[in-house]
């Protein structure tokens, strides 16, 4: 991580245009997919959406962890200050819950050791990114154990 350091006017102009970029159109789109239809149950899961190219679905996951990979780099490259950033984006940690059980044997199979490194990084940094990352996965149990009781009944 960078150096500790406290956050200035140009750190909060960049966390209104991260903003501002997940705003967009298409964004808004693959922000949607990501939360809403996007849930892995195996590693199998993600390497058959990242092999389906040209598809909306692989777009949007592309589109998704780029944009959080590369606001992940901002943070460890000292561009924009770990605490702003925490505090005011959560779900770069919920999309990294996802699909973190998986990331490991992924990135074997797939030959692709850079795959989300730079989300991983910051999301596993400290412990205050390992309590939210933990809550997140414990958020998203708890929704698929809800969603499998419903479809049950």
Do not use: C
């Not at 949007?60 to 605490?83: H, I, K, P």
């Amino acid at each position: 991580m960078a150096a500790k350091r406290k956050a200035t006017a140009a750190d909060a102009d960049l966390v209104l245009k991260l903003y501002d970029l997940r705003r967009e159109a298409v964004m808004r789109k693959a922000r949607h997919f990501m939360a809403v239809n996007f849930w892995p149950e195996s590693t199998n899961d993600l390497i058959t959406l990242l092999s389906n190219f040209g598809s909306e679905e692989n777009a949007y996951f592309r589109q998704v962890t780029g944009y959080w990979e590369m606001a992940a780099a901002l943070v460890l490259n000292g561009a924009l200050d770990e605490n702003l950033f925490f505090d005011t984006n959560g779900e770069m940690f919920f999309v990294f819950a996802k699909v973190r059980r998986f990331l490991k044997e992924f990135r074997q199979k797939m030959n692709a050791p850079e795959a989300m490194v730079q989300i991983e990084k910051v999301a596993t940094s400290t412990p205050r990114a390992r309590q939210r990352l933990d809550m997140m996965e414990k958020r998203i149990a708890d929704f698929r154990a809800r969603a499998k009781t419903a479809a049950a009944s």
